[in-house]
């Protein structure tokens, strides 16, 4: 019997559980929250899915209630706390798989400390980025892994610069395998926002940077706008918007005529985590960055946030409170 732990069931942790309730295997999963409302949402969530017998479910309110061994942890807590409760979970249980919902920490030294652990203990790691797992990018990446600079162009309004940022840089990382990343603080806005998290803080301005001869502009309004996503290099232009779900093409070999594709762009994430986990356990691998490829991404990123943040207070901060 496979033993999955979850922790963390707000609204993505749930979502992560109702998906895990697709698979087919003879699972255990134990699901860890301090909070009675969110157990109870989760349970709730996850009965709604059709889900095989040979699932049994646990709904906990402390780590220390896990089993000893864990054959995959999935942490979707808040960024605050996600170094603590790895910390704690590598410090008492054996676990062999985890997986990590972004942004992976707010302190830079956190990204250091959890690497150690896990190389010490032998403990594989996924970061949850989940475009790369789409059919339509993996469909459009054979147009741009070739060695040909390519632009990247997100604009739109009130969309989480902050929180969900990394999402497109690595995407652009994804599309053409390079994670040489340098990022441009100067056309960030000075205001910082609270974000609809309480506690936690967003950005709004543009983020403008490169991944070794790869450009892009991660532009966020103060007012909200629908996002679009511009991709292109010298033989290919995609113009999409994933909320509306509508993406053109226009290729040079076609004379850059536009091309409308009617092809499913996002995804939930009750429909994506089952196909993590039954890939990690078959294959022993999945479509999500590993570890040490996202924190080439997520270092660069949240310094950038950091030192932005120190220059608009006049402070010295060393965290990012983002999530």
């Keep these: 019997m496979k033993k999955i732990v979850l922790i963390g069931v707000g609204q993505l942790g749930s979502r992560h559980l109702q998906s895990l309730a697709l698979l087919e295997n003879n699972l255990k999963i134990q699901v860890v929250d ?7 949402v989760s349970k709730q969530r996850f009965e709604e899915i059709e889900s095989n017998n040979s699932i049994k ?4 309110n402390t780590l220390y209630e896990l089993d000893e061994e864990i054959d995959l ?28 919902e972004k942004v992976l920490f707010q302190k830079i030294s956190d990204f250091y400390e959890i690497k150690e652990l896990l190389d010490e203990n032998n403990i594989k790691c996924w970061v949850n980025h989940p475009f790369r797992s789409y059919p339509i990018y993996k469909e459009l990446k054979k147009y741009f892994k070739h060695d040909l600079p390519v632009s990247y ?19 652009l990382a994804y599309l053409t395998n390079d994670y040489d990343l340098t990022i441009d603080i100067s056309s960030l806005d000075k ?17 403008i940077g490169s991944l070794g001869k790869h450009n892009f502009i991660l532009h ?4 909200d706008a629908p996002i679009t996503i511009t991709i292109q290099n010298e033989n290919i232009k995609v113009i999409l918007d994933e909320v509306s779900g509508w993406l053109k093409v226009s ?13 499913k762009i996002m995804y939930f994430q009750s429909e994506l985590t089952y196909k993590v986990v039954q890939d990690i356990f078959s294959k022993n691998t999945c479509d999500l960055p590993t570890y040490e490829e996202a924190i080439k991404l997520h270092k660069p990123f949240l310094n950038a946030l950091i030192e932005h943040l120190n220059i608009t207070q006049n402070k010295n901060n060393e965290l990012c409170p983002i999530t």
Excluded: M
């Design 73 to 100: 942890c999935i942490v979707a807590t808040t960024a605050n706390i996600r170094a603590d409760v790895i910390k704690k979970i590598i410090s008492n249980k054996k676990v062999k798989v985890f997986i990590l």
């Design 220 to 223: 966020s309004e103060k007012y």
């Design 57 to 60: 479910v646990e709904y906990l």
């Design 191 to 207: 205001n910082i926002v609270d974000s609809k998290r309480k506690g936690f803080i967003e950005f709004t301005g543009k983020l």
């Design 251 to 263: 290729k040079k070999e076609n004379d850059w005529k536009w091309e409308d594709i009617n092809e």
């Design 153 to 171: 162009h997100l604009g739109g309004g009130q969309w989480g610069l902050g929180c969900n940022g990394l999402h497109y840089i690595d995407h």
């Design 34 to 40: 301090p909070s009675d409302k969110s157990l109870k």
